[in-house]
Nanobody, 116 residues
Framework: QVQLVESGGGLVQAGGSLRLSCAAS????????MGWYRQAPGKQRELVAT???????KSADSVKGRFTISRDNAKNTVYLQMNSLKPEDTAVYYC??????????WGQGTQVTVSS
């Protein structure tokens, strides 16, 4: 079993910053892709940013230039640095890890609220 623990969400004013973390533990042999997704009320879950095991990243157009995804393979942890936050960034943020065997694991979600 693999457990994911997210942290770093909260309430911030527009223009502020937050850093999300997602740490994996348990029966981990190898992790391929790691990523962050978000779901706002009444909307579908959407991709925010992903990073491969080799460090290649991609991100949604709406967050380019503001959000940065990174990972620490030694700690099995993925991060999302969010700068210049906007009210439309308000959502529950989920991390997702794709293991070497192809299985996906999701975090429990952390609330990010950006006030105007």
């Amino acid at each position: 079993q693999v457990q994911l623990v997210e942290s770093g969400g909260g309430l911030v004013q527009a223009g502020g910053s937050l850093r999300l973390s997602c740490a994996a533990s348990g029966s981990i042999f190898s992790i391929n892709d790691m990523g962050w997704y978000r779901q706002a009320p009444g909307k579908q879950r959407e991709l925010v940013a992903t990073i491969t095991s080799g460090g290649s990243t991609k991100s949604a157009d709406s967050v380019k230039g503001r959000f940065t995804i990174s990972r620490d393979n030694a700690k099995n942890t993925v991060y999302l640095q969010m700068n210049s936050l906007k009210p439309e960034d308000t959502a529950v943020y989920y991390c997702k890890l794709t293991m070497g065997n192809g299985m996906d694991y999701w975090g429990q979600g952390t609330q990010v609220t950006v006030s105007s």
